[in-house]
T-cell receptor
Framework: AQSVTQLDSQVPVFEEAPVELRCNYS??????LFWYVQYPNQGLQLLLK??????LVKGINGFEAEFNKSQTSFHLRKPSVHISDTAEYFC????????????FGKGTKLSVKP | EAGVTQFPSHSVIEKGQTVTLRCDPI?????LYWYRRVMGKEIKFLLH????????ESGMPNNRFLAERTGGTYSTLKVQPAELEDSGVYFC????????????FGPGTRLTVL
């Protein structure tokens, strides 16, 4: 069965510092990979996705993630965070050839402090 | 273009009562998904519609949950009778393409069962 592990439930960081949110997945088949962000009182918004091709994926708001097949990881990074990046971040996978339903990690709350 | 909308935003009911949640997907999106997040846990898939047909309802917890999508437009999720463990945030998402396509999420309905 597929599963997604987000290793950190909370990540506090100072403004303008770099950040990495970790995500590992387990699957017996090939998957698509996603990062979603949820700002307070809003729905989930897609940050970026990996379908195929280059393993380094760039998304919105300066975020990027790298797919590492051997380590089954898809860590999210940003070189310099802003206060406005404070939100909850979700890593998700969907199985290639499936109906597209997403399997999520438990989420990581990023708190950016001035 | 309007995004995915959900109604109500919050619902507080007593155990044993009935509640109906509504989701209006983005116009033209054939795929509609329901997810649920119980406090402290990951977001979990409930079911998937393609137009008015249920493609996958493997995530539905039990037969107290009934989902419909009349005419392939909006969808409702009814919980009858509600139990304490049904409390959580119910998200709806829609997409055009199935394979790797971005799912657009609504803001969620927060259901509290007392």
């Amino acid at each position: 069965a597929q599963s997604v592990t987000q290793l950190d439930s909370q990540v506090p960081v100072f403004e303008e510092a770099p950040v990495e949110l970790r995500c590992n997945y387990s699957s017996s088949v090939s998957v698509y990979l996603f990062w979603y962000v949820q700002y307070p009182n809003q729905g989930l918004q897609l940050l970026l996705k990996y379908l195929s091709g280059s393993t380094l994926v760039k998304g919105i708001n300066g975020f990027e993630a790298e797919f590492n097949k051997s380590q089954t990881s898809f860590h999210l990074r940003k070189p310099s965070v802003h206060i406005s990046d404070t939100a909850e971040y979700f890593c998700a996978v969907s199985e290639r050839g499936s109906q597209g339903n997403l399997i999520f990690g438990k989420g990581t709350k990023l708190s950016v402090k001035p | 273009e309007a995004g995915v909308t959900q109604f109500p935003s919050h619902s507080v009911i007593e155990k044993g009562q009935t509640v109906t949640l509504r989701c209006d997907p983005i116009s033209g999106h054939d795929n509609l998904y329901w997810y649920r997040r119980v406090m402290g846990k990951e977001i979990k898939f409930l079911l998937h519609f393609v137009k008015e047909s249920k493609q996958d309802e493997s995530g539905m917890p039990n037969n107290r949950f009934l989902a419909e999508r009349t005419g392939g437009t909006y969808s409702t999720l009814k919980v009858q009778p509600a139990e304490l463990e049904d409390s959580g945030v119910y998200f709806c998402a829609s997409s055009q393409a199935r394979l790797g396509g971005e799912q657009f999420f609504g803001p969620g309905t927060r259901l509290t069962v007392l």
